[in-house]
């Protein structure tokens, strides 16, 4: 900031020199010489603004004022015939630039305005869109009270039958039954249209055949509509489906023991 | 006038060329734009082609048909008659539907030649000429039946006006002719004419219509016992829209009608008309039963219409309608789509559908207008790819509800079924409870709908 006003200082300096050979030498340059360290940036251009108004009061009457700065004189000098003209100039330089500033203002405040009234509407659409809920979404669990329950079969044949697995209460039969349930669980719980409904799944027994697992689905519907969706989302066509797209989408990979032979599946309605 | 046609008629050596066993051969008419420009008076030239005369022409003579040889009585006799000539050069088809027709049956085949008449710059005195036409060839039909021919064997062809020629004949003869087929009949002049100024089913045992430019230079309406609409019978795809086009901005629309029927001959394109009432019903899927036909599928374009015929006969004036891609083969292989949302509230959307087969895909673009989804209704479309692709290995699709500004809304399937229409020996294609956002694309593979439910 300093060096700043410095330079500006030294500017107005470097213009007022040539000035200085008009022939008022000594008041010029020692006005000068005067103002350069005191002045800072402000006081030069008020200095500036200034000129028109004061050169109307003073250059009238062709006097100069004692403490007149240094500009201020030069220019009655240089001008001498005119002082007049370049007061009016001057004034009217001024008024324009006042109209036009306010202007400009006036018509920034339209824009301000219509971009607000803009941005208005795009963030309430935003928040509206943001916060827009989903009917099908919206739902209460607890309303769900209707059981409606689907019982079948399907076949591992990667597994070999043993005793052990016939009977339930075992470790073994225990483990992989827990195994098929999350399975079952997570498949049907992961489903947008079934996931709500689903209440849990059960492993009820292992048999023979490789090995054949029985399973109990359990779903929970709410009293409304309940027609509605024992004909269509809880079809057995829908339940059986979701369970046969999951088996043909697995991996291919038919040598894991977890594998479940997608044409094995069986599903009923039980009342 | 009088005083130029001696001129032309010396000018207009028939064409005449030499073949290899130093036989002659006769070819069709060729004139330029000067004779359409000064106008040429009726003369008709039969043209038989046979297996063994493909390449070379003979000439008819139109009362000893004796004199020659190849042509024999007791086989079927196909006549092919062409239309307006607004050129005078002899259409490019010719060579090609000989061709085909001779693959179908061992049969004669007769070009009706009436260039010299049909080559006009004014349309207005070619389709004066075709009562004259028909009068002629009547005469030379009458003479095979004499002959020992037998009406019911004999099919005409007819093109454009020569498609109305060939229904003059028919009624010359009462309709006993075997059949008619009309290529998209011509419409100027014909637009308001009663069912005897036109091709209309009583001018033969059986006629067949194939529409392609009703808009233009084709005739809006059903006029036989089967109406084929290509694409609704008007536009057709791959066709100039724009006048800049130059000529095939003209005749594109109209011509394709017999490039589809070559195509049909050739059995590079098997195309199946579905009954509808409209082409818009069709387009939205509401006429993909065949269940009139059975056992037979729904008709299909071309020369053998036995199948179906005695099906039409009983059924009276069918209109059928059928898609076309832009080029050979034209086919477009069709799906019914079928698809049950569980969303609570209605919806409206356009659907695009991709089926996927290893790095190739064919897509259909149903949006000629929003389709409804409702809560557990079925909404069917129809679902029509350029290309066939053998084994569907995956699909993505598509629901844009045109939303552009508010929520993005989710489209909820419990069911899509995939029901492929033009090969019923492919298996249906499932898939169940999809969730999608409008405007994103969601892919699955399909499984096969299982039967045993």
Redesign the interface.
């Known amino acids: 900031m300093e060096s700043n006003s410095w330079r500006r200082a030294s500017m107005d300096n470097i213009e007022l020199l040539p000035v200085t050979t008009n022939g008022n030498d000594g008041r010029v340059s020692a006005s000068n010489g005067d103002g350069v360290p005191s002045r800072n940036a402000d006081a030069t251009e008020r200095d500036a603004l200034l000129t028109g108004q004061s050169t109307t009061s003073t250059g009238q009457n062709g006097q100069m004022l004692p403490d007149g700065n240094a500009a201020e004189a030069q220019r009655d000098l240089e001008n001498t015939g005119i002082p007049h003209e370049i007061s009016a100039v001057s004034r009217i330089k001024g008024e324009l630039k006042e109209v036009i500033f306010w202007k400009v203002r006036l018509w920034m405040v339209i824009i301000f305005i219509f971009l607000l009234i803009f941005a208005v509407i795009i963030i309430s659409?935003a928040a509206?869109?943001a916060s827009?809920k989903?009917?099908?979404e919206d739902f209460d669990p607890s309303l769900f009270k209707v059981p409606r329950y689907f019982n079948g079969s399907f076949q591992l044949p990667n597994l070999v039958f043993t005793e052990e697995l016939s009977n339930l209460s075992t470790n073994k039969s225990q483990e992989l039954a827990a195994d098929f349930q999350e399975k079952l669980a997570d498949l049907y719980r992961s489903?947008?249209?079934?996931g709500r409904y689903f209440s849990k799944a059960e492993i009820s027994a292992f048999r023979n055949g490789s090995v054949i697992a029985d399973y109990q689905l359990t779903f929970l519907m709410p009293e409304e509509e309940q027609d509605?969706l024992r004909?269509?989302?809880l079809s057995?066509?829908?339940v059986y489906?979701?369970f046969?797209?999951f088996l043909?989408?697995q991996e291919p990979d038919e040598s894991k023991p977890m594998y479940i032979d997608p044409v094995s599946l069986i599903m009923f309605l039980t009342h | 006038m009088s005083h130029i046609k001696p001129f032309l008629c010396v000018l207009l050596h028939p064409g005449q060329e030499e073949s290899g066993e130093g036989e002659s051969c006769d070819n069709f008419t060729d004139l330029n734009l000067s004779h359409c420009f000064m106008g040429t008076s009726l003369y008709v030239r039969l043209l038989l082609y046979t297996r063994s005369n493909l390449d070379c022409g003979r000439e008819l003579n139109h009362h000893y048909l004796s004199s020659q040889p190849l042509f024999n009585l007791a086989r079927p006799t196909a006549f092919v008659i062409h239309g307006y000539r607004p050129t005078g050069a002899p259409p490019i088809w010719i060579n090609h539907i000989v061709h085909l027709l001779a693959e179908q049956e061992d049969m004669n085949i007769i070009v009706v030649d009436w260039n010299k008449g049909a080559a006009n710059l004014n349309y207005f005195t070619a389709v004066t000429y075709t009562r004259e036409a028909a009068q002629n060839l009547t005469g030379f039909i009458m003479t095979m039946q004499e002959e020992g021919a037998s009406l019911s064997s004999v099919h005409l062809i007819g093109v454009s006006l020569g498609a109305h020629l060939a229904g003059f004949v028919g009624a010359n003869l009462k309709g006993k002719i075997g059949r008619i087929t009309g290529l998209d009949p011509a419409g100027p002049m014909f637009t308001s004419a009663t069912p005897e100024e036109r091709l209309d089913p009583s001018d033969a045992m059986f006629v067949d219509v194939l529409h392609t430019d009703m808009n233009s230079f084709g005739l809006r309406g059903a006029h036989g016992h089967i109406d084929f609409y290509a694409n609704g019978g008007a536009d057709q795809p791959g066709c100039p829209k724009t006048i800049f086009a130059g000529k095939s901005y003209f005749v594109c629309d109209h011509q394709r009608s017999v490039f589809l029927f070559l195509c049909a001959l050739n059995r590079t394109c098997s195309l199946t008309g579905y009954p509808c009432s409209s082409y818009s019903d069709f387009l939205d899927g509401r006429c993909l039963q065949c269940e009139a036909f059975k056992p037979a599928s729904c008709p299909v374009l071309g020369y053998d219409v036995s199948q179906w015929r005695d099906t039409l006969l009983k059924l009276g004036e069918t209109k059928v309608f059928f898609s076309t891609t832009a080029t050979l083969p034209y086919r477009k292989l069709s799906y019914r789509v079928d698809m049950v949302t569980w969303n609570q509230y209605l919806r409206w959307g356009v659907v695009y559908i991709r089926l996927h087969s290893g790095r190739n895909f064919t897509e259909a673009r149903i949006d000629h207008k929003l389709l409804r989804f409702e809560q557990y209704t079925s909404t069917r479309l129809l679902a029509q790819f350029d290309e066939d692709l053998q084994q569907v290995q995956k699909i993505s699709l598509r629901i844009s509800t045109g939303n552009v500004i508010g929520p993005r809304y989710k489209i909820r399937l419990l069911r899509i079924r995939f029901t492929p229409l033009d090969r019923p020996e492919r298996p249906l294609m499932c898939r169940f409870d999809i969730i999608m956002e409008e405007n994103m694309e969601v892919a699955f593979r399909p499984l096969p709908c299982n039967s045993h439910l």
């Open positions: 659409l509206c869109a827009y989903d009917p099908d489903s947008p249209a079934l509605q004909n269509f989302t057995r066509e829908m489906n979701v046969r797209q043909y989408d």
